[in-house]
């Protein structure tokens, strides 16, 4: 017989363990190890959609990996040294087919603190990812019927919208229902961990629901120019998306451009003074052009200082 105080202490150990685990900042990792840090760039999120955008998709792909396979190991394995340390097979606290265990709210609550662990990590001041990947990771390790559930949802309001974000946001939203109707009937401490996991997941998307709002969000295909012309477009996303190289767009300079001259005259390298003469020069010209036009039998010549 399970003794409930030393289930709890256990539980609460292989939580810990899980967070501390769950929080190893991969995505950061990876971007170290080619040179880039992708808390600098882009969204500066160090998931696997930012990574893959701002270092390479392979690093992207690495990342993503990385991210469920910690989620997965931690969930997976958690559940099974709860089972060992009491003495009980691991079904004890895995829901299945036909039925859910009294306990399987036991491996929802690792669940729970996997997704912490990424959202949350103890390595980076507590701010981490947005703990999609580490979600289906963990989500796989615990119950592959919820893991496909997420894969479509995700499938569904991803493709055809091109927004990764949307599909994550669905999936997180999704996850509570997907738990609720494959284990009918299930109690409210199995179910409250995914209710907590649904908002973590979805206020860690805060600022991918405020750029959706404003038509800025990129989408699948999104690069990086894309990204520096959203902030360009809403200087209130600075905190979001720093510009690295002036933008230009129609009767507008970027911050980063105010010296340069305006589209249409070009833009030439060199020292300021060299670029200042010849625009002014050009821009004589093209005065100078104007008026022979208007009148073909006067010739004007302009004077130089």
Known sequence: ?????????SLLLVMLGTFFVCGIPFGLL???ALGTDPRTVGSKNIGATNVSREVNF?????????DIAKGFVC????????????LVPPVYFLPDEPYLPQHAWVSAFIFLAAICGHVFSPYLKFKGGKGIAVGFGAALGFSWP?????????????????YVSVGSIASAAALPFLAFFIYYPVSISFEMPFVLIAII??????????????????????SRESQQLDALLDPGLDEEIRLEEPVFT???RSDTGKDLPEQGTSV???SEPVVTSHVQKCVEHLKSDGRNTTDSNKTNHDEED
């Open 1 to 9: 017989m399970v003794t409930p105080s030393f289930l709890i202490i």
């Open 201 to 222: 997941v979805i206020w860690a998307h805060r600022k991918n629901l405020r750029r959706l709002r404003k038509g800025l969000e990129p989408k699948l295909s999104g």
């Open 146 to 162: 919820i893991a496909l559930g997420l894969i479509v949802v995700w499938g569904i309001c991803c493709f055809p919208t091109r």
């Open 250 to 252: 129609e009767g507008k």
């Open 268 to 270: 030439f390298f060199g």
């Open 30 to 32: 990876v971007g170290h």
């Open 58 to 66: 392979f690093a992207g792909v690495l990342t993503a990996v990385l």
């Open 75 to 86: 969930t997976y394995f958690g559940v099974r040294i709860i089972a060992l340390v009491l």
